[in-house]
């Protein structure tokens, strides 16, 4: 195994949608967009097999609670005889805005409960990936604010952001982390007024512009597809 990508969350249906999950978010979309195998329990954690490109990569959701979120990567690390520097962790940060992604590596956990664990059972040495969930402006709120529910606005932006580190991860677990943040932003920052769409992009092509007209008059059958084709 090469690498342990890990999403942060806590387990159980009544926290699924919370800011705080978007890590399960995001390594869900991974293992559903790469073909990883289906999850099992090991490690105290969710666990999904597979490859991006030619790196080996396990993903794990740990089902421990956020606050004891290291026992279970811990644990995994130690089995399949990696190092920090092998463990990537996907995670909400409330000081990015939201839909932002930043790579980290090593450095404190800023309070982050999930984070303090994780220095506490492998240390610091490992690769954070952050991603903006905005903050609610007090602190005193922060609680209440990452165990909410994603609001039907923020729908777009975090599908996006998900598409997004989908694309994206075969370049993170290869350590290439400019061309991670490329594609990230591909999804979140699209370029304006490019003359290009995305791949998957589903508009209809604008119709061509209409013909000048004939210098002899149309013929029946030209006027049948005129008028055809004012019903389209």
């Known amino acids: 195994m090469g690498k342990i990508i890990v999403g942060l969350g806590n387990p159980g249906a009544k926290y699924a949608a919370n800011r705080h ?7 869900d979309r991974i293992a559903s967009d790469h073909g990883f195998s289906p999850w099992k329990s090991r490690f105290q954690a969710l666990t999904a097999e597979g490859r991006l490109n030619d790196t080996r990569v396990m993903l794990l959701k740990p089902h421990t609670f956020m606050n004891l979120s290291g026992q279970s990567v811990g644990e995994a690390m130690r089995y399949l ?3 920090p520097a092998d463990v990537i962790v996907l995670h909400d940060e409330l000081d990015l805005a939201p839909g932002k992604c930043r790579v980290k590596r090593g450095g404190g956990h800023a309070g982050h409960n999930g984070l303090r664990s994780i220095h506490q059972h492998i240390g610091a040495d490992y690769r954070r990936v952050r991603l903006g969930i905005g903050h609610p402006g007090d602190k005193d709120r922060v609680a209440g604010y990452v165990l909410s529910d994603f609001a039907k606005a923020d729908a777009d932006w975090l599908d996006d952001l998900l598409r997004g580190l989908s694309d994206g ?3 993170l677990a290869a350590g290439d982390e400019a061309r991670f943040q490329n594609a990230v932003a591909a999804r979140t920052a699209p370029a304006r007024n490019s003359g290009t769409r995305p791949a998957d992009d589903t508009r209809p092509a604008p119709k061509p512009a209409p013909k000048p007209a004939a210098d002899h008059p149309p013929s029946l059958t030209e006027r049948l597809k005129s008028l055809a084709d004012r019903f389209r």
Not at 21 to 27: E, L, S, T, Y
Request: charged fraction near 10%; charge should be positive.
């Open 169 to 171: 991860a075969p370049a």
């Open 21 to 27: 999950n978007i890590g399960f978010m995001a390594v």
């Open 81 to 83: 005889k990696l190092t």
